[in-house]
């Protein structure tokens, strides 16, 4: 396993990938890797010659009063379940590698980054698209993996992609969750014993959401309704969001139906945790 | 030589150029192709295994008061020139191939587009990087050709692929002119003839500025004002900038130095002209 840590030299070593026809997938992450970019890995792995991950907390995609400094960078452990999973390519960049002084350029997508995570986090999906967008001209994949959980951003990612025509194929892989239902998370790190039995009401939430809408319960505003309740009165989480929306264009519903993505955000302690569902009838 | 209309399609010969170790020269253009374009072309076929152009009327980089509708564009005329000047491809769009409803993507540089055309243009940079940022995901080139003419185009562009790690290297050629000086521009063909005979004093100004400067004049303030009075006295056209700038960063200098760009734009009845030069010593 090679561990690049400039720009030039992953470039060099993506034309060689291209030029000998081998198929580039790609996995960017921000590190702390769990099961969850595991799935990404593994399918990543199956489906293409080169295998590349990138490890990079994006600092333009934290709000001021985020938890850029305090989110998890765990270099050796990281380095090891690459190695393990067998990924062929570390892409490791600095801050000043990617994001150096004088830089000026950003990539917007306006509409689909107006509402849920968006509203709650100004500037968070700019700083997801330029970089986003930087990594692709830097490994050119053939494929990118992403993961459901970030259902917003796999939306404006995939936007970005079709309107500025990269040339990459998107491949969404569902969201890997411990046994108890809480999806997997970096920020996960951040609870408590009791916060942490609280987080699994996120998704109870979404469960009984989805039994409740199987009962008929398909205004957007009685199923929120409902799932705040849950959320009230089982945990002291503050709820930033919750979203009935189309999962391609994240505008909202009033009427749910098959398809719809029903999201979340709850602040729960120090962790912000996110989580969603398609409805699937 | 190829006539291709679709992203898809010249993805694919892109790709096939890229897997075959052929070096890729793009020059791109809104058509009414000069002898300015000739020249980028030309270089480009020198340069390159395979030489493409577009040929796009970008409606992003055109204000709503703008000349977009009556931008011209001899589509025969131009494929013939393409030809005989041996393009291996035109890359011919349309623009809801390029700009389709719901498209929701831009790009952006800040800073260097505030200033002289930006400030007088507001939109035009945003329009052209967003779609130049497209034209190099589809083209893929190692090489890209433009203008000096656009001289805060050129450093726009640059900058945009410096940022977004653009794998291609950009190439700057000479700004073309009549024989009486004036630089080739498709927008030359707006003028009547006596506008036709002031618009030479575009480039007569910044060459009288060039000697004055030689003289001794380094304050910026003090050449701008001798070039106004140029124009003032030989033209009836109306000077929208003239300034004294880093070629890299457009901001302005004071005091001029070897290496200054001086830049005007001056609206010569029906058209808008831009034209500068590079301070030698």
Known sequence: ?????????????????RRQG???????TMGALHDGHRALIRTCRRENKL?????FVNPLQFGPDEDFARYPRPEKKD???AKKEKVDIIFYPSVKEMVPTGFLTTIDVTTITAGLCGRFRPGHFRGVTTVVGKLLNIVQPHRLYLGQKDAQQCAVIRQMIRDMAFPVHVRIIPTVRESDGLALSSRNKYLSREQRREA????????????????GHRQSREVK????????????????YIACVDPKTMQAVTHIQKGTLIAMAVQIGPARLIDNIIVRS
Chains 1, 2 share one sequence.
Do not use: H
Request: net charge positive; glycine share 4%; hydrophobic share 40%.
């Open 1 to 17: 396993m090679k561990i690049v840590k400039t720009i030039s030299r992953m470039q060099s070593l993506s034309d060689e990938a």
């Open 22 to 28: 081998r198929p580039i997938g790609f996995v960017p």
């Open 51 to 55: 295998c590349v991950t990138s490890i």
């Open 79 to 81: 380095v090891l379940l």
């Open 200 to 215: 699994v009401w996120l998704y109870r939430s979404l469960q009984a959401a989805r039994r409740y809408i199987g009962q």
């Open 225 to 240: 309704r409902f799932m705040r309740r849950l959320l009230r009165e089982n945990t002291k989480g503050r709820v930033e």
